[in-house]
């Protein structure tokens, strides 16, 4: 999975490089944020993350701009079980699953974020943004909360940029939400909040 991550970094690096009669349609760039989860009882989770950047431009008018966006992203979380209750006594060996599950955790997820970016100019240098995205994702670790394997990131935020001639800087909030869909056993899923830092190249 390390592999398939490095691949598409190098891939969005180099994808450009392709495309010059479009060129100025292309901005790539790389972030980092970190968050941690929605005050509640039964949880404590935190997390970092790193991402390669993407965004095509589709459109563009005098008010806004659409953009396709992708973000291959690591994300580092640490998890632990605070309300043994969650785990009930009608699941199997449910005394050692609290057991395991209280104890804090490492985990590593892997995902493709894949979405649109709504971005609106506010004079030459500054633009503010909402991004929507989905996609899949490979997390590590069996929690109460997630299965381990495969499942799914959504991801909500607005942002701010600001623009230069070759490169530009990005700050976004965001809301964060992994489960799987269904698909496996555990599904309540994690929700966080994060802070996102990021710069982009034309």
Do not use: C
């Amino acid at each position: 999975m390390k592999k398939a991550v490095i691949v598409l970094f190098a891939v969005f690096i180099i994808l450009p490089v392709f495309f010059q009669n479009e060129i100025d349609k292309y901005t790539y760039g790389f972030s980092y944020g970190y968050g941690k989860e929605f005050k509640n009882w039964d949880y404590a989770y935190t997390n970092s993350f790193y991402k390669a950047q993407f965004y095509y431009k589709i459109n563009k008018s005098e008010k806004f701009h659409y953009q396709i966006t992708i973000q291959p992203e690591y994300n580092k979380a640490t998890h632990q079980l605070l309300n043994f209750y969650f785990v009930t006594p009608d699941v199997p060996h449910y005394q050692e699953l609290r057991d395991e599950f209280t104890k804090l955790k490492d985990i590593n997820e892997y995902a493709l974020n894949i979405g649109m970016t709504f971005r609106k100019p506010i004079g030459k240098h500054w633009s503010i943004y909402g991004l929507l995205s989905v996609g899949p994702m490979i997390t590590d670790t069996e929690t109460e909360r997630l299965s381990k394997g495969f499942a799914f990131a959504d991801v909500a935020a607005i942002g701010v940029s600001y623009h230069t001639r070759h490169f530009s800087i990005d700050f976004r909030p965001q809301l964060r939400h992994t489960s799987n869909a269904g698909l496996q056993d555990s599904n309540a899923g994690f929700n966080t909040y994060n802070l996102e830092f990021g710069i982009q190249f034309l």
